[in-house]
C-alpha cells in the first residue's frame, strides 16, 4: 500500500526557535497533501490544505505567517512553525492523497514540545 | 465546518453490534471513514461518494444518505481488533473537493 513517511516523529525545541517537519509520499504522486493538529484524545483538526506548485489554503484561525507550509513537488510538503512558543505544543500529522476525493494515507506524526 | 459524530464513546463485548453516526450542515461530496489506534495513524475504511450507496467491508459496512448530509458506519459481530477511534471525514461539495474535516471521533473498546 502507499506510504507516507513524516519526519521527526518528535521534536523538543526552545521558545521563540522554528521547527520543520516533513511530509513525503514515498511511492505515488501526491496533488494534495492536509496538515493536521490533534490534542490527546481529541480530534484531527484542519490546519491547511497544500496543493502542489500553490500556495496553501489556511483555515480560519490558523496563522499562515507562523505556520509555513511549502508543497514544492508532488512527493513533498513541509510544514515550519515558526517563533514556537510553549502553546504550540501538539501532534502534527500530515496525510496526502494522489487525487480529489481518493482516499488519504496518513503520516505518523510528529510530537512537538516547545520548552 | 467539521461533522459531528455520536455517539463519543462506545464500549461493546465481542460479537456486539454498534453503529457509528456522522452528519453536516454543508452539502457534502463524499464521506470517509477512518480507524486510528492508540499512538498510531489513522487508517483508512472506506469512502462514499454517491447518495444512498452503501458499501462492506468484511463486518464494517457504511451508509451515506447524500440528501440528509448523513452516514452511518455499521460493525457487526466486533472483534478485538476494532478497538480504536472512529473517524468520519467529509469533503464539502463547495470546496471543490478540496477539504477533509473531521468529526470528533467515536472512542470504541471492544471488552472479551
Known amino acids: 500500500g502507499a506510504v507516507v513517511s513524516q519526519h521527526p516523529s518528535w521534536v523538543i525545541c526552545k521558545s521563540g526557535t522554528s521547527v520543520k517537519i516533513e511530509c513525503r509520499s514515498l511511492?505515488?504522486?501526491?496533488?494534495?497533501m492536509f496538515w493536521y493538529r490533534q490534542f490527546p484524545k481529541q480530534s484531527l483538526m484542519l490546519m491547511a490544505t497544500?496543493?502542489?506548485?500553490?500556495?496553501?489554503?489556511?483555515e480560519q484561525g490558523v496563522e499562515k505567517d507562523k505556520f509555513l507550509i511549502n508543497h514544492a513537488s508532488l512527493t513533498l510538503s513541509t510544514l515550519t512553525v515558526t517563533s514556537a512558543h510553549p502553546e504550540d505544543s501538539s501532534f502534527y500529522i500530515c496525510?496526502?492523497?494522489?487525487?480529489?476525493?481518493?482516499?488519504?494515507?496518513f503520516g505518523s506524526g510528529t510530537q512537538l514540545s516547545v520548552l | 465546518q467539521q461533522p459531528v459524530q455520536s455517539p463519543q464513546a462506545v464500549i461493546l463485548r465481542e460479537g456486539e453490534d454498534a453503529v457509528i453516526n456522522c452528519s453536516s450542515s454543508?452539502?457534502?461530496?463524499?464521506v470517509h471513514w477512518y480507524r486510528q489506534k492508540h499512538g498510531e495513524a489513522p487508517v483508512f475504511l472506506m469512502i462514499?461518494?454517491?447518495?444512498?450507496e452503501q458499501k462492506g467491508h468484511e463486518k464494517i459496512s457504511a451508509s451515506f444518505n447524500e440528501k440528509k448530509q448523513q452516514s452511518s458506519l455499521y460493525l457487526t459481530a466486533s472483534q478485538l481488533s476494532y478497538s480504536g477511534t472512529y473517524f468520519c471525514?467529509?469533503?464539502?461539495?463547495?470546496?471543490?473537493?478540496?477539504?477533509?474535516?473531521f468529526g470528533a471521533g467515536t472512542r470504541l473498546t471492544v471488552k472479551p
Open positions: 462514499l461518494l454517491k447518495g444512498g
Open positions: 496525510s496526502a492523497r494522489w487525487g480529489p476525493s481518493e482516499k488519504l494515507f
Open positions: 511511492d505515488f504522486q501526491a496533488t494534495t
Open positions: 497544500s496543493n502542489e506548485g500553490s500556495k496553501a489554503t489556511y
Open positions: 454543508k452539502a457534502l461530496y463524499s
Open positions: 471525514g467529509t469533503e464539502d461539495a463547495s470546496y471543490n473537493n478540496n477539504d477533509m474535516r
